[in-house]
């Protein structure tokens, strides 16, 4: 009752309580925001809602009745920035969904503050109503709190694997308060030493195009006195790649970018290197499309993100081979109660060599450790061969085609990894957490299905549903400086030779 709105103007509404039902206060309340939201659409900013309850204590009944006043109409007068002392007034304002001299809404209001708070640049975001000059204008304060933007680490750390890891890492998320994303990262230890320099532009030339820019070297050396199933050689790959993005609807956003790598391998045998671990450099455009409706890009705790991509090397853009890469990813996050977040990461790709050769072993699926499947050796898990009858096998001697194969891991064209995730605040005001995960993955050789267990493990194991499970905890914490982890994996089906447990260490938010 009260100011009601036109028929034309008041949508479908139904209340969250009807007749007979049990009366609960907390529906109420949420009556009265959807009420709110309704003439905030409207472009009434400042209406007020008093809900009347006349009880009947007799019958144990209460009737419910919403008076509404819904004051002035009004348009935006101006916006005004409060809080940004390092970030541009456009870094915030580019995000907005509300300008002025547009009709006041509500909704626009909630997704302002939303898309202001998903930049990843701070800590709380907040949207004022203020009266303007006159009874048919408003003014907006957006209020933010900025997060710490630049964090330089240097450390070292433990692994089981690969004993000492020293790292070096260098990240500005807001670089000169311009929305720019900045990092650079270095690895050592005596399995792998990288280097990676990104670059991130999410409003290129203040477009609504993004722009990314990323290069990297690693080195990977194998050694069959670290693990029995790593053939011994070295590789050296290095590389660039570009990318533009441009959103064409709310959450959804599209990609086209180009990719250059050049793998080189030394040490192994002369047949070794005809075969599976043979020198390459690809050139190769990519097509992505993306879904985002996270609430913060770098630590969501609600939210879906999808990103489905195919990638094509080939001898017309100057590549070595032809290579067919499809690749899948979905992130669900949910929070629980009590600051509790529940994280769910899956990845699945495929890839194959479109003149029907063996693919080279660097363009291989090879699974385990950080980021894959944890408790597992690092790129412990996947196919020993490509099938019983290949001549892509590697012999023993390097020249009998009929010797026993090496049981050495070359990967699959083919994987999955899933990873569950409980991250649960200890110290809120340290971002001090305990998380607890539970990972599964696998990759299976050309000839193989997905989730069916490897010919070549058959007689050794189970492997429910054909995945290397394992599950642990781990500490993480977000220091000024930047977010650490600490974590334990324990292999739920452990192979001969591999360890009760894993410990990694690393420079970085997990997913």
């Not at 001299?101 to 898309?115: D, H, I, V």
């Not at 203020?130 to 709190?145: A, F």
């Not at 993004?210 to 290095?238: G, H, M, T």
Request: glycine share 8%; with cysteine; charged share 25%.
């Amino acid at each position: 009752t009260g100011d009601t709105l036109d028929s034309g103007e008041m949508p479908d509404f139904s209340f969250s309580q009807s007749e007979g039902d049990w009366y609960k206060h907390t529906l109420m309340i949420r009556d009265v925001e959807k009420i709110k939201a309704i003439y905030g659409d409207e472009g009434y900013p400042f209406v007020k809602i008093y809900p009347d309850r006349v009880l009947d204590d007799d019958n144990k009944i209460v009737s419910m009745r919403f008076i509404i006043e819904k004051g002035s109409k009004c348009r935006i007068e101006r916006i005004d920035i409060a809080g940004n002392d390092r970030s541009r007034d456009k870094v915030i304002r580019r995000e907005l969904v509300l300008y002025e001299g547009n009709l006041y809404s509500y909704t626009g209001q909630k997704r302002s503050e939303a898309r202001v708070q998903r930049t990843g640049f701070y800590d709380s975001v907040n949207i004022e109503i203020k009266e303007g000059s006159s009874p048919n204008l408003v003014k907006l304060l957006v209020t933010v709190e900025e997060r710490r933007s630049g964090t330089f680490n240097v450390g070292a750390g433990f692994s089981t694997f690969e004993s000492f890891v020293f790292n070096a890492r260098i990240d500005q998320n807001n670089f000169l308060g311009y929305g720019q994303n900045i990092s650079l990262m270095g690895q050592a230890s005596k399995l792998k030493k990288e280097i990676n320099l990104s670059f991130f532009e999410p409003y290129f030339l203040d477009e609504n195009l993004s722009f990314s820019a990323s290069f990297f070297y690693r080195y990977l050396n194998y050694d069959s006195s670290v693990w029995e199933y790593y053939a011994d050689y070295k590789q050296n790959s290095y590389g660039f790649s570009l990318t533009f993005g441009i959103p064409f609807w709310r959450y959804f956003r599209a990609y086209t970018g180009y990719r250059l790598r050049k793998v080189d391998i030394s040490g192994a045998t002369e047949h070794q290197m005809n075969r599976l671990y043979r020198d390459i450099f690809t050139s190769s455009l990519e097509f992505m499309l993306s879904f985002d409706n996270r609430d913060d890009r770098m630590f969501a705790t609600k939210g879906v993100y999808i990103l489905g991509g195919v990638e094509l090397a080939h001898r017309y853009f100057g590549s070595d081979e032809d290579i067919l890469k499809l690749d899948f990813n979905f992130r669900f996050y949910q929070g629980l109660f009590w600051g509790i977040v529940f994280k769910t990461n899956i990845e699945t790709a495929y890839t194959r060599h479109l003149q029907n050769e063996s693919l080279p072993f660097s363009e291989r699926f090879r699974l385990g450790g950080m980021f894959s499947v944890r408790g597992y050796p690092f790129y412990s898990i996947g196919p020993r061969h490509d099938d019983s009858s290949s001549k892509y096998n590697v012999p023993i001697d390097g020249k009998d085609p009929t010797s026993t194969t090496y049981p050495y891991v070359i990967g699959g064209n083919k994987k999955f990894v899933i990873n569950n995730e409980l991250e649960i605040p200890i110290v809120k005001e340290m971002r001090l957490n305990l998380v607890g995960f539970i990972d599964a993955g696998n990759a299976w050789a050309r000839d193989e299905n997905m989730f069916y267990i490897n010919e070549q493990y058959k007689d050794e194991y189970d492997l429910p549903l054909g995945l290397f499970w394992s599950a642990g905890f781990g500490i993480r914490w977000v220091t000024p400086i930047a977010p650490l982890s600490f974590e334990w994996g324990f292999p739920l089906t452990p192979r001969p030779g591999d360890p009760k447990f894993q410990f990694e260490f690393n420079i970085k938010n997990s997913f």
